[in-house]
């Protein structure tokens, strides 16, 4: 629920963030379990003013129901099921889908077990009106508030999406292995060399063959054949 308001009446840590800071200051706070903007934690205000002036994707969840409060970064990488309803919604139900997954990491950081750290995991969410295999590289981490139990308000959220990035390496390794049983397959001697060294980066079976079986890979030429030296 929205309400009309002005930019003069928005606390200072509100001001900008582009489509977020609008919708933030928007907002009907009074009715939300976390109440006007003036009153918040001084460690969640801090929190929200850089989250809404980086151009990097941030996230939080804050209190009990883990509210949920994101940037205009963040939100390009979530579809219109999430966004905008989901701004100050219990994160369950906005991420119930995946809750498997974030629910536990949710909880180790609140309940004071650390902060969590997560390279290129898969994270399937839907968005655009389809499952999509999403994959991210973030992290969890607490947010302080005295007033809290245990002293822990809420779990920053520091995210980039690496979908592409995994896909590309991906599809990178499938050409790699491809040729590589192409050059394994080929009927004649094949070697590969690298370097002013002229190491031996592949060789086929036919060439182990023609050099007697020799270990090769990774070694010089001068290593493995020193008898071609002679010949420069």
């Given at each position: 629920m929205v309400h009309s308001t002005t930019p003069g009446q928005a606390p200072d840590f509100l001001r900008g963030g582009g489509e977020m800071g609008a919708l933030?200051?928007?907002f009907d706070w009074?009715?939300?379990?976390?109440g006007p903007p003036a009153g918040w934690p001084q460690s969640l205000r801090t929190v929200i003013r850089l989250l809404l002036n980086t151009g990097h994707p941030m996230y939080v969840w804050w209190g009990a129901e883990h509210l949920c409060l994101y940037n205009d970064a963040y939100r390009q990488s979530i579809g219109?099921?999430?966004h905008p309803r989901s701004l100050a919604q219990p994160a369950r139900e906005v991420w119930d889908e995946i809750w498997d997954v974030i629910g536990p990491q949710i909880e180790q950081v609140m309940s004071g077990g650390g902060a969590t750290w997560h390279v290129n995991q898969l994270v399937p969410i839907t968005r655009n009106g389809r499952?999509?295999?999403?994959?991210?590289t973030y992290?969890?981490?607490?947010?302080?508030d005295e007033g809290m139990p245990g002293g822990i308000g809420g779990v920053l959220v520091l995210c980039t999406e690496t979908t592409q990035q995994v896909n590309a390496e991906r599809r990178l390794a499938e050409e790699r292995n491809r040729l590589a049983q192409l050059f394994d397959q080929a009927p004649t001697f094949m070697a590969?060399?690298?370097g002013p060294e002229h190491h031996f980066h592949m060789v086929n079976p036919a060439y182990r063959a023609l050099?007697?079986?020799r270990e090769v890979l990774g070694r010089s030429v001068a290593q493995v054949l020193p008898?071609?030296?002679e010949q420069d």
């Open positions: 933030m200051r928007a009074a009715s939300s379990p976390l219109p099921e999430r499952r999509e295999d999403v994959y991210w992290s969890f981490s607490p947010i302080d590969a060399l690298q050099v007697g079986g008898e071609a030296l």
